[in-house]
């Protein structure tokens, strides 16, 4: 097979591409103080709230737009976007009985779960194992959550999974002590920006020696058109808690480009652990670069002593992906992990890694990112590591690999490094490899297609990733990296 | 079973096989021996539909099929199976999940029905005990950082898994040591069966000690100069394959 058949398999299909017919309410387009002032009061919030909107919303027409990503897309015009979009449901449903079924419906074709006795589609829960972790899930629909489940057995164990709307109001205290603790508000353009205009997103607190007992999920859907996504979320796991947390993100499929600007802070206590895995779907864009997601998102956690923070990121979505989920490791004996498969085909650019801050002693990374490109896909790697002075005895170990399909796509790799701190131990491990038409060959001989070949192979590079998610979602990870690079091969 | 005329095959514009015939019943072994060059893998590869190997002229009948106009997984699944001379590995892949993905996929394509992981885990043992596979190999990635013997033996182990019809093994002896060479050949020779023709290429005759062939034939430069029962195959170790080449040359000149 030469490469340009192997390209010519790689047609992309996107399942989750269909629009939900809801009526819907939006802001009027532009932003402007009013716009903030509209979405806050909106959601009825606090005036503590609207000024802190309100200060991010300032200090963002003081900044620009960062181009130092190996990106490139056209000026984005932000005065021609709605800030705020939700399908009209009257007052916050309180069962699911009460969600308007178009809503449900949705979810449904997606194969996530909202009812509290199912779980994820295409999952299925082996016999004999009734104690199978269940998944709590927060449904976000465009700007805001359209249902939470699992809140009163959470409840029980003193978890707090909500609507960062709900928590605004019910738990003022918490948002209002780490809102902008661990990503501040002049952090970045995108972040800042987030900070005026976001809409909804989920709010997780773990309560001291707590180990949350189920997976707790949310689920954004982008469904209007013309419209931002700027959720936020913040976990904060007190001393000695663990949680694992997932989000999973889709949108319809439009010709022309949406913005998605989220914010994710964690905040791991003393002994806390939470991890972090995100599937990233978000539409892509056709075959010649038409549509999709600008994806710009700002994810950092910070880590207490002992404290241990893990991202796994998919990323399979989005026309432009800017991102770089981070660890601050503040206390003594931290452990910060990112485990990465990020996938572009067809025009889809991706510019992300992370950022290891070590600051305490004995305080230990791991970096593991895959990037596959197929098609005109290009992707960079930008992964920092940098140990403060004293920062004693802290280690790094990184491993960048890149499989390339074709021979039009590109990978590359930038990362920065930095140590004040003479006992630091550092190791670097980076390899490009190509699938090999050999591999295919190898493979279709024994009767697979050329498509279930480049997945099996594809799979077998991102493994190390994979298995870092949760069982019921490394399933559905695997299955999108295979319909992802539909088209990359024939 | 297996029926190739006059068959011309050119690779990157260079003529290869030159007019290649070759007739093989079901439940037969037929061995093709031939000096590096002669041609013997890309036989193989264009029994299996590689790309960028080109008929120019000349028919392949399998089964009855005419086998060039099938792709390369309708072959296998069709029963066509061939262990590679340089077997490629695919790290992150275990061997076990990939047999039974190969397995299924060629059993979906004949309309059967796929196998449970619990009747996949039951045969692989079965089969793996005929090639003394160690357990951990089964678990291992596809060939990866497998030493040569194990990725000769995992060839035969997939091929018992996968019951083909027509077994083309293209120099399943080269890179053996004798232990290994007698426990790869007796797993070959317990597939033996009268459903079952196997094409066994190699450049050495001790293969042949060990999987006893019914017809031999040798393939030089790209053509078969001569055909015969085993004796042949002792005959050209004794000759070596410059006397053979040579006459092949005369003959060659002459038509
Ligand atoms: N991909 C290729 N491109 C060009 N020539 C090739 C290629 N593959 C094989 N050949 C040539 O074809 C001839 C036969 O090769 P091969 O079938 O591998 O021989 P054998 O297996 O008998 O040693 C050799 O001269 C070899 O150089
Ligand atoms: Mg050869």
Known sequence: MTTSEIEDVLAKRYEAGFVTDIEQEYAPKGLSEDIVRFISEKKSEPAWMLEWRLKNYRHWLRMKEPRWAAVSYPAIDYQDLHYWAAPKIGSAPKSLDEVDPKLLETYEKLGIPLHEREILAGVQRPEGDPDRPRVAVDAVFDSVSVHTSFKEELGRAGVIFCSFSEAVHEHPELIQKYLGSVVPFSDNFFATLNGAVFSDGSFVYIPKGVRCPMELSTYFRINAAKTGQFERTLIVADEGSYVSYLEGCTAPQRDENQLHAAVVELVALPGAEIKYSTVQNWYPGDEDGRGGIYNFVTKRGVCKERAKISWTQVETGSAVTWKYPSCILEGDDSIGEFYSVALTNHAQQADTGTKMIHLGKRTRSTIVSKGISAGRGQQTYRGGVKIAKGAVGARNHTQCDSLLIGNRCGAHTVPYVEVHEPSAQLEHEATTSRIGEDQLFYCRQRGLSEEDAVGLIVNGFAKQVLQELPMEFAVEAQKLLGVSLEGAVG | ?255
């Open chain 2, 1 to 255: 079973m297996l029926s190739i005329q006059n068959l011309h095959v050119e690779v990157g514009g260079k003529p290869i096989l030159k007019g290649l015939t070759l007739e093989l019943k079901a439940g037969e072994v037929h061995a093709i021996m031939g000096p590096n060059g002669a041609g013997k893998s890309t036989l193989s590869y264009v029994l299996a539909g590689r790309d960028g190997y080109e008929v120019k002229a000349g028919s392949i009948t399998f089964l009855g099929q005419d086998l060039l106009a099938m792709d390369v997984s309708e072959r296998a699944a069709a029963g066509l199976f061939l262990g590679f001379q340089y077997p490629v590995a695919i790290p992150g892949v275990s061997n076990l999940h990939f047999v039974r993905a190969a397995l299924n996929a060629q059993r979906k394509a004949r309309g059967e029905a796929e196998l449970s992981a619990a009747e996949l885990m039951k045969l692989a043992r079965e089969k793996g005990k005929l090639v003394e596979l160690p357990a951990d190999l089964m678990k291992r990635a596809v060939n990866d950082g497998f030493s040569g013997g194990e990725k000769k033996r995992n060839e035969i182990f997939q091929m018992a898994m996968l019951e083909p019809k027509l077994a083309v093994l293209d120099e399943t002896d080269s890179g053996l040591d004798i232990d290994a060479l007698r426990v790869v050949a007796s797993g070959v020779n317990a597939l033996r069966s009268p459903e079952r023709a196997m094409l066994v290429i190699t450049h050495y005759q001790r293969l042949l000690d060990h999987i006893v062939p019914d017809r031999v034939h040798v393939l030089v430069d790209g053509r078969i100069v001569e055909s015969g029962d085993k004796s042949l195959a002792l005959r050209l170790e004794d000759e070596g394959y410059e006397k053979i080449r040579a006459t092949a040359a005369v003959s060659g000149a002459a038509s």
